[in-house]
């Protein structure tokens, strides 16, 4: 062993660094320059090519990495298998370790794994960036459990994150591998159990052509576990054979010792007292690549026996600190079976902990010791730990020492009594004694994988026999900078009884005592405060019901009030898909209508399908990383490189000077490919980095110093609204006559809504790879939604004419409207590296950057009067719309057109009025996202409704209805409706749901329970198809058939995972009568199909369908005299004989869509080709103590025409859902006062995760509803669900009046979206809020505004 500087030390006495020995695949590795830096993802993907495993965001919080470690323990003889994320992994830390990808366990080529198969076949796979990772979660899961309930299952897919799929269709596919999984998935006796269970809610009539299956289990092939590939024998007998080894691997700037034995390491320690101990790397990982930290020095004592033993003691267990969390749960679940309940009350509050603790993969890593000594004021194990009086030994090279872990142990942010020289050993964790009592409680936006917003335990100890408090402690996290006990408060509540009074002025002190800076950061005081108060009162009714139980004379609890303490349990979901099957008689080989699997989910499932950054890197390639602002609105003084052009692996910078054609770009023409001397948001691209790697092009970009003279940014619309900061035009849809209406209404309300903002969150980020070819030619690979734009921008900043520019797209990882415009921001500037330096430059976005550069969905202010009549009739609505655009256009004005275009919703109204916003301010360019302004235009639409609903004191269900268009009537653009079906989705959704039934539950269960509520909501939308820009209307495709007979298909869409190509694969196949097999899609390009629109606008499907169509019967056309000579023969025979006739069978298609051009000025001429409907009835329950909500129930009827493809429509339908539940409920970016982001990844921005998903989901495509607007009577998908989700909020809005009704409130209140935790909770008035009221706006600086 080596010290730092090379010297050797006494441990050993190697040169250099040692070998790393591991085994990927079955294969053995030996890497002799292991770079203690590199985590085991960059290996796979660069040094491997594995580029199955995928990178989504690399801090642990995707899912995406996920692979499986093997290891063999010779302490326990043990083999254990164990899912990770390979993207916090330090390669360093892999010696000795067999490692499964999934490229290891199938291919499409040899053979699929079952857990390939299903995920494919299940359709859980739709742009598929997530899936290898999910499949590794399972597969890992099946390694150690065979037969998995599906309660291990949701565990251990805790970790993993989907954007596309909504997940029901995963579960669905792998709850095969269970023993108890939910729904029978339509294999019950008498089909569907879901189907029969709400048998009586459904239409009386039967229909034999409904199907509620999207795939068969008899196609799958069976698990056999014994068939599993088995750990590598060579690594079993060096496992078996060689004792732990000292190792030593240095790197371009850290040396990675891992000592042999406990003295080493406290040798070492004693030697490099500033060394980081890093066991799982899962706090160290982040902060080493977010927060730029550099540790010269790593210790990694992992495998040192002391610090993962597990010792029983007569009072409690002690814990090695290298022990990981898994273990550690596993371990004290064991102890809580075999204990008496009274001694388990400590472990059962850590395994609380531990049950909300990150992800399956984290917690198999992460150490307990980590933990602890991160001393994190958010840990959620050092409250238990605190509560319960656990002890820590501690030790250095002259020996050991006990510390209790009290309120002395953390002395600062992040700091403890131990000393640099020091280690922790181990964690003694006591039993409870029989007095006494222990919860923990821990509070985050969302349940699985997230951080606490406050976390907390609390342990009480009785005069044995009765109520008398003998000792008290309450512990929280996320109140201070460290975990911190309510001194105060326990101090004063000894000696005293448990019971009313105690709880008052237990509430009254912590009151005072838990307070909190209202700057304080992580924001969110009051809600934070008002949770120290609420759950002590969760704790105090625990403990009374306890001491009860106890036969100690306390008072009862009421059976109402019992709802305070329930502990959440997730539910076993359910689900029903139904859809009407294709007409008797429809040919086999035609699989127009029928389910069929998206053409690569299969590759998706192995690992196969190659993504742009999956390409293998060009022998004389760079990377390529962006200098971006850190002012939200700035002039730049200066640009400082020299620090960082001194780097390893630096090639070259670029500014605006080097754009050789024009620095001007962006839609409208506004942006800057580099900032020229001014920048108007945080994020903005300054300049760029070339350089060998990523790694050096990203440490040379941190190292560039800008200086700014800072401006005065404009951040929220609140701000561009006082400043009257608006882009031009201020857009209006007026019809009826306003006056009149208001005259007429018998009331008059007033109101507002702001909606917040969303991030994209495609699992891939923004990539382009740029190389350069002969005669100006460049040729780049990036993934995007619109090809053709990418081209002109490209072309626009090299200076060279379109035609020299090829953009190929293969697939995304995700679009969702973000990859629309934005590769704006990427694909100019690595082009422009690319020209400069004449050799291939790669780029892809971190996640944090992504995130900071790229914008997302434009937030919205709604405020608005609306005038009804006491029936609940609307008769004038007069409403006004504010997005925050950002510092360009990009197409904010064609969103904020179609926010107006859905004001009404499905609602007639008379005498209406909506005027558009667009709000000039310091953000990154806010853009298009599924909806595309529609969701928050409707939103404001169900707002109003709703206060209508309130304020008559009438169902808000009742006055939808009323208000719902009927067939013939004109929106306020004077587009009328025809062949509306919003009254058959309507009334299926409310027979479908149970509604009356439901409705009668909600309102007995909010009757009997005081802390929970219960709401309900049914909520309609009506969407306009067609892009609102007419010239996009249009489509071009190109097929060609070969002289074997095979077609090769080219369209101007861009696949992303919503199916595009299997669509279009399925559409040429019917028109040229052929089975799919012989059809090919390869990609989308430039050089193929020209002027393409964008992938955008739910329409790619009815245009580039229609152009395929076109292109299809030209040739069919063409073949026919040859099929007419030859009626016997195959298509083959067809093929060949016309090209020895020489027939062109090569097509171009064509479409563009009919009689649409709308004109504000005129308010008339048609907007939209048609609509799509549908409706949702979602049921929730709230907990109003914590704002928590599950979702309970959520059933859609939506109508997509005749599907081209139920099981992608339905597909369509579910994520659609789960991202606009997203949306209205949990997804909150926040930014601070100046314009920073501060959510930049998956650790603070929370999408929906798999616990999400509705108890029961039930999806029905509307039957008999043929729409002849489009390609096969079918209609646009990808947007139209997305509002439905609206029907979560609104059914959280009524579980909360429900709360303020027994605070005696009722009437509208504002709840603005999303629905998050903190707002219900702030929102449910009661005792404990009016402890903690808010501080007075204006009178601080909040941590983060609301934008
Ligand atoms: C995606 C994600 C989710 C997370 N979720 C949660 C969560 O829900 N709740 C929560 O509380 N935390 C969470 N964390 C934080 C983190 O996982 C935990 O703090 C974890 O326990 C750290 O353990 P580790 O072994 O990975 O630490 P490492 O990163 O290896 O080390 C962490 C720190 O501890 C020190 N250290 C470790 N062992 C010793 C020792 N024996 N002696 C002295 N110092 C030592 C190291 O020097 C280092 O400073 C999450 C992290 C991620 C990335
Ligand atoms: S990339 Fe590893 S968890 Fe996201
Ligand atoms: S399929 Fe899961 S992220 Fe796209």
């Excluded at 565990?155 to 792998?174: D, K, M, S, V, W």
């Excluded at 009086?389 to 142990?409: A, W």
């Excluded at 580099?674 to 050096?696: K, L, P, R, W, Y």
Aim: glycine fraction near 8%; hydrophobic fraction near 40%; proline fraction near 5%.
């Amino acid at each position: 062993m080596r010290d730092v500087n090379g010297t050797m030390a006494e441990a050993g006495d190697r040169n250099g660094s040692d070998e790393l020995v591991f085994f990927v695949n079955g294969r053995k590795i030996i890497e002799k320059n292991a770079d203690p830096e590199m985590t085991l993802l960059t290996y796979l993907r660069r040094k491997l090519g594995l580029t199955g495993t995928k990178l989504g965001c690399a801090e642990g919080g995707c899912g995406a990495c996920t692979v499986m470690l093997s290891r063999y323990q010779p302490h326990t003889k043990q083999l254990l298998h164990y899912a990770i994320n390979a993207c916090l992994a330090p390669l360093c830390s892999l010696h000795m370790v067999a490692v499964t990808t999934v490229e290891g366990i199938g291919s499409v080529a040899r053979k699929l794994h079952p857990v390939q198969e299903r995920i494919a076949k299940s359709h859980g796979s739709q742009c598929g960036f997530c899936t290898p990772g999910i499949v590794m979660s399972m597969y890992a899961l099946l390694r150690n459990n065979p037969t998995p309930k599906m309660a291990d299952m949701e565990e251990a897919f805790q970790g993993n994150l989907c954007r596309c799929t909504g997940y029901r269709p995963i579960l669905h596919g792998y709850k095969t591998f269970t023993l108890d999984g939910g729904c029978c998935g339509g294999k019950g006796k008498n089909g569907c159990c879901m189907k029969n269970k709400n048998k009586v809610l459904q239409n009386s009539e039967e229909y034999v052509d409904e199907a509620t299956s999207l795939f068969n289990t008899e196609d799958f092939a069976p698990y056999d576990p014994t068939q599993e590939v088995i750990f590598p024998p060579e690594l079993m007998s060096l496992s078996k054979g060689q004792r732990s080894q000292s190792l030593c691997f240095h790197g371009e700037r850290t040396t990675w010792l891992q000592p042999d034995s406990l003295d080493e390491f406290l040798l070492l320690k004693w030697k490099h007292p500033e060394a980081r101990v890093v066991v799982g790397n899962t706090e160290v990982g982040i902060e080493v690549k977010f927060k730029n930290m550099v540790y010269p020095v790593i210790l990694a004592p992992a495998f040192i026996p002391e610090l993962n033993a597990v010792t029983h003691t007569e009072d409690g267990i002690s814990f090695g600190a290298a022990c990981t969390l898994s273990h550690m749960a596993a371990v004290l679940r064991q102890a809580v079976r075999t204990l008496h309940p009274h001694q388990s009350e400590v472990f059962l509050a850590v395994l609380e902990q531990l049950r909300w603790f990150a992800g399956q993969q984290i917690r198999n890593v992460a150490a307990v010791g980590g933990n602890i000594m991160t001393a994190s004021p958010i840990s959620d194990l050092n409250p238990v730990f605190m509560a319960a009086g656990c002890k820590l030994i501690l030790m250095d090279k002259d020996g050991s020492r006990e510390v209790q872990m009290d309120d002395r142990f953390f002395t600062g942010y992040r700091r403890t009594v131990v000393r640099p020289q020091e280690i922790l050993i181990s964690v003694h964790i006591p039993y409870s004694k029989k007095s006494q009592f222990i919860s923990a409680f821990k509070q985050s936006p969302r349940r699985e994988d997230d951080i606490s917003i406050v976390t907390a335990a609390m342990s009480v100890t009785f005069t044995p026999g009765t109520d008398v408090v003998e000792d008290l402690r309450l512990s929280y996290g996320g109140m201070a900078p460290t975990t911190m006990l309510a001194k105060k408060t326990a101090n004063k509540l000894l000696g005293r009884q448990w019971g009313e009074e105690l709880l008052q002025e237990a509430c009254s002190s912590l009151a005072e005592e838990m307070t909190l800076d209202p700057s304080a950061p992580g924001g969110m005081v009051t809600y934070r405060r008002t949770l120290t108060l609420s759950l002590f009162y969760k704790f105090y009714l625990t403990v009374l019901q306890k001491l009860r139980l106890q036969g100690v004379d306390v008072q009862e609890v009421s059976s109402k009030s019992l709802s305070a303490t329930q502990v959440y349990h997730q539910e076993t979901p359910s689900s029903v898909q139904i859809y009407q099957t294709v007409p008797e008689g429809q040919c086999q080989d035609d699989v127009v209508g029928r389910p069929m699997m998206h053409l690569s989910a299969l590759k998706q499932a192995t690992g196969e399908a190659v993504y742009c950054d999956d390409m293998p890197t060009y022998e004389n390639e760079l990377y390529l990383a962006l200098i971006t602002s850190t002012k939200a609105h700035a002039q730049i003084l200066s640009v400082d490189v020299s620090a960082a052009e001194c780097l390893p692996g630096v090639v070259s910078f670029l500014f605006a000077d080097d754009v050789p054609g024009s620095n001007v770009t962006g839609i409208r023409l506004d942006e800057t490919v580099f900032a020229d001397n001014q920048v108007t948001c945080v994020g903005h691209i300054i300049g760029a980095v070339v350089a060998d790697t990523q790694v050096h092009a990203q440490r040379a970009a941190k190292a560039v110093k800008i200086q700014y003279e800072e401006l005065q940014p404009v951040v929220t619309i609140q701000e561009a609204i006082t400043a009257r900061s608006f882009y031009e035009p201020i857009r209006t849809i007026q019809n009826g006559d306003l006056e009149a209406g208001f005259k007429q209404a018998e009331h008059i309300l007033e109101g507002e809504i702001h909606i917040g903002g969303q991030e994209h969150f495609y699992l891939e980020t923004h990539v382009t790879l740029a190389v350069p070819r002969e005669d100006e030619e460049m040729e780049l690979f990036v993934s995007t939604q619109s090809p053709s734009d990418t081209q002109c921008f490209v072309a626009k900043a090299l200076g060279v004419a379109a035609n020299k520019v090829l953009i190929r797209v293969k697939r995304m990882g995700g679009g969702f409207g973000g990859k629309e415009s934005r590769s704006v921001v990427l694909s100019p500037v690595v082009a422009v590296a690319a020209n400069k330096l004449k050799r291939p430059v790669r780029c892809m976005l971190d996640r944090d950057e992504d995130m900071l550069i790229t914008g997302g969905r434009h937030p919205f202010y709604g405020k608005y009067k609306v005038g009804f009549l006491n029936s609940g009739k609307v008769v004038a609505v007069d409403a006004s719309f504010y997005s925050n655009v950002g510092n360009s256009m990009d197409l904010s004005q064609a969103i904020m057109e179609r926010a107006l275009f859905h004001m009404e919703n499905s609602y007639r109204v008379p005498n209406i009025r909506g005027q558009g916003f667009m709000c000039h301010t310091n953000l990154p360019s806010n853009t298009a996202f599924r909806g595309f302004g529609g969701p928050q235009g409707m939103m404001v639409a169900e707002n109003w409704i709703t206060d209508v609903a309130h304020s008559l004191g009438r169902s808000a269900e009742e006055v939808r209805r009323l208000n719902l268009y009927l067939d013939g009537e004109s929106t306020p653009y004077n587009q009328i409706l025809y062949g509306l079906t919003l009254d058959r989705c309507w009334n299926e959704c409310l027979s479908r749901s149970g509604y009356v039934q439901r409705q009668a539950a909600v309102h007995l269960y909010n009757k009997q329970n005081r802390w929970t509520k219960r709401g309900l909501a049914v909520v309609p939308t009506k969407f306009g198809i067609s892009f609102t820009a007419t010239f996009l209307n249009q489509a071009g495709a190109l097929v060609h058939i070969y002289k074997d007979g095979s077609v090769l298909l080219t369209h101007g869409g861009t696949e992303m995972g919503q199916g595009l190509h299997t669509k279009m694969v399925q559409v040429a196949s019917r028109v040229l009568g052929i089975p799919c097999s012989k059809i090919h899609i390869s990609e989308t390009s430039t050089n193929t199909v020209a002027n393409t629109s964008p992938t955008a606008a739910s329409a790619s499907s009815d245009l580039n369908g229609a152009a395929v169509q076109n292109a299809c019967e030209i040739l069919k056309e063409r073949l026919e005299p040859f099929k007419i000579k030859n009626p016997e023969g195959s298509w083959e025979d067809w093929v060949k004989t016309a090209y020895f006739d020489r027939v062109n069978l090569s097509a171009n298609g064509f479409y563009k869509t009919p009689d649409l051009g709308y004109s504000f000025e005129l308010n008339s001429g048609r907007a939209f080709h048609y609509f799509s409907y549908g409706v949702a009835c979602s049921e929730v329950e709230i907990d109003c103590l914590t704002g928590a909500h599950k979702n309970l129930s959520t059933t859609i009827v939506m109508d997509v025409g005749q599907s081209l493809n139920p099981a992608i429509d339905i597909g369509q339908v579910e994520g659609g859902f789960m991202q606009g539940l997203g949306l209205f409920t949990l997804e909150e970016l926040h930014y601070s006062p100046q314009g920073v982001l501060l959510t930049r990844g998956p650790g603070s921005y929370k999408i929906p995760a798999f616990g999400n998903v509705p108890t029961e989901l039930s999806v029905s495509l509307l039957r008999d509803a043929p729409n002849d607007k489009a390609i096969f009577s079918s209609k646009a998908v990808g947007e139209p669900p997305f509002f439905l989700a609206a029907s979560i909020f609104y059914a959280i809005k009524d579980a909360i009046s429900a709360a303020r009704a027994e605070s005696g409130i009722t009437g509208p209140f504002r709840l603005d979206s999303p629905a998050s935790a903190e707002r219900i909770r702030n929102t449910c008035s009661d005792r404990f809020t009016k402890l903690c009221p808010p501080a007075e706006p204006g009178t601080f600086k909040p941590w983060s505004v609301q934008v």
